[in-house]
């Protein structure tokens, strides 16, 4: 059973800056396909940024440019370098893991393995 656990959350000014973790246990795979997603209240889930195995690297278009997607296979941990915040970034975030490629990598429905979720918030 993978566990991934989220940190770094926190309350941030417009421009300011926030990095998140997701630590990942129960396996040793580094061929895991992992990405963020974030959810704001009474909106659907999307996807922001996303990463295989070889670091290539996907970006929703709403973030690219201000986030960076990274992962440390040795410490099995994702991050997710979020700059130039903006109002809009205000989310819950959540990590999310697959054990393959998704064919949509933001659709939701295709990852396995979620975490709870870390609360990111950003006041104008």
């Known amino acids: 059973q993978v566990h991934l656990v989220e940190s770094g959350g926190g309350s941030v000014q417009s421009g300011g800056s926030l990095r998140l973790s997701c630590s990942a246990s129960?396996?040793?795979?580094?061929?895991?396909?992992m990405a963020w997603f974030r959810q704001a209240p009474g909106k659907a889930r999307e996807g922001v940024a996303a990463?295989?195995?070889?670091?290539?690297?996907t970006y929703a278009d709403s973030v690219k440019g201000r986030f960076t997607i990274s992962r440390d296979n040795a410490k099995n941990t994702l991050y997710l370098q979020m700059n130039s915040l903006k109002p809009e970034d205000t989310a819950m975030y959540y990590c999310?893991?697959?054990?393959?490629?998704?064919?949509?990598?933001?659709?939701?429905?295709?990852?396995?393995?979620w975490g709870q979720g870390t609360q990111a918030t950003v006041s104008s």
């Open positions: 999310a893991a697959s054990p393959g490629r998704p064919l949509y990598v933001f659709s939701p429905g295709l990852y396995n393995y």
């Open positions: 129960g396996y040793t795979d580094s061929t895991y396909y």
């Open positions: 990463i295989d195995s070889y670091a290539r690297t």
